[in-house]
């Protein structure tokens, strides 16, 4: 409400600054998010790279199962064919633990931006 004491722009100056105070930490709440997921990505990424590595080390076991069991019937292929297995299996658990964790990360970015957009806006149409 106006009063004598205070003037309509000294209101549009005091909103327009609590409105800029509160963009500024949305913008900081962001960068700590940010900061506090990086950690979990690391992870996260680390355990894609390990599946990805065991992946490869199973298609070269899997080759050289077939090399071996082309070469000559004996158990020295089935030997490698349960390498091929092992390294499959951990190719599988490796990759799908560092995709479940980039998952667990996406929903606090997309609540923070969603917030940060929608401050946004209101900022600009109460500005006009």
Do not use: H
């Not at 105070?21 to 992870?43: C, F, T, W, Y």
């Not at 069991?69 to 390294?87: D, E, G, I, N, R």
Request: aromatic residues 10%; contains cysteine.
């Amino acid at each position: 409400m106006l009063t004598p004491d205070r003037s309509f722009a000294t209101l549009l100056r005091e909103v327009v600054g609590s409105l800029q105070s509160i963009l500024a930490a949305e913008a900081r709440l962001v960068r700590a998010e940010a900061l506090a997921a990086a950690p979990r990505l690391k992870e996260s990424i680390l355990f894609l790279a390990c599946g990805a590595l065991a992946g490869v080390f199973t298609v070269f076991f899997l080759l050289l199962s077939l090399l071996f069991a082309l070469a000559q019937v004996l158990p020295l292929w089935a030997a490698a064919l349960l390498t091929a297995a092992v390294s499959a299996t951990a190719a599988a658990v490796t990759f799908n633990s560092g995709l479940r964790g980039l998952k667990l990360l996406q929903p606090a970015f997309q609540r923070t931006a969603v917030s940060l957009k929608d401050n946004w806006e209101w900022f600009k149409q109460y500005t006009k």
